[in-house]
């Protein structure tokens, strides 16, 4: 495995805190995939990923069985996208609780940090990929249309994968 740049781990970064709401996926006991949305509480410098949850989720009990996760990252407005590959740890660290709280978290958790069933997950990515275009959708409707009028190959941007 390839030692991660400073600038890939940026570049993952940088997506991540863009983006924040992702589609996290975890595998069942009996294979099925699961995926609902997440907000990301914070993301690390060595990449790691930080999440509230409710530890009677259902989530809670995937992770506890099989600790791989897929978390998708998309933002259609500025045509970036994220998947993100890890291992997924459970974590009742009322210290680091209290770092990454915001007061929306009471959507969530109305008693605060006091809830008694209030977990963090942990994601340490293992690999990332990431696609992002070079331009608004009026500029690639066009480099699309271009494309297709010249005969040459569409440009899309940006396209990079990250081992970890």
């Known amino acids: 495995m390839s030692e991660v740049t400073k600038d890939q781990m940026e570049k993952v970064k940088d997506l991540?805190?863009?983006i924040d709401i992702n589609f996290f996926t975890t595998k069942e006991a009996n294979g099925k995939l699961r995926g609902r949305p997440m907000s990301t509480a914070k993301v690390e410098e060595d990449g790691s990923l930080w999440f509230f949850t409710n530890e009677y989720s259902g989530k809670v009990a995937e992770i506890s069985h099989n600790n791989e996760v897929y978390l998708?990252?998309?933002?259609?407005?500025?045509s970036k996208y994220l998947v993100v590959h890890g291992n997924a740890e459970l974590s009742d660290d009322k210290a680091k609780m209290e770092e990454l709280w915001t007061p929306t978290m009471k959507v969530w958790f109305p008693d605060g940090l006091e809830d008694p069933k209030i977990l963090l997950i942990k994601v340490t990515p293992t690999e990332a990929e990431y696609?992002?275009?070079a331009s608004n959708k009026i500029m690639m409707v066009?480099?699309?249309?271009?494309?297709?009028?010249?005969?040459?190959?569409?440009?899309?941007g940006k396209h990079g994968k990250v081992s970890m």
């Open 72 to 78: 998708t990252y998309a933002s259609q407005g500025s």
């Open 131 to 133: 696609w992002e275009s």
């Open 142 to 156: 066009y480099g699309m249309a271009k494309a297709l009028l010249t005969g040459e190959k569409y440009e899309e």
């Open 16 to 18: 991540i805190e863009d």
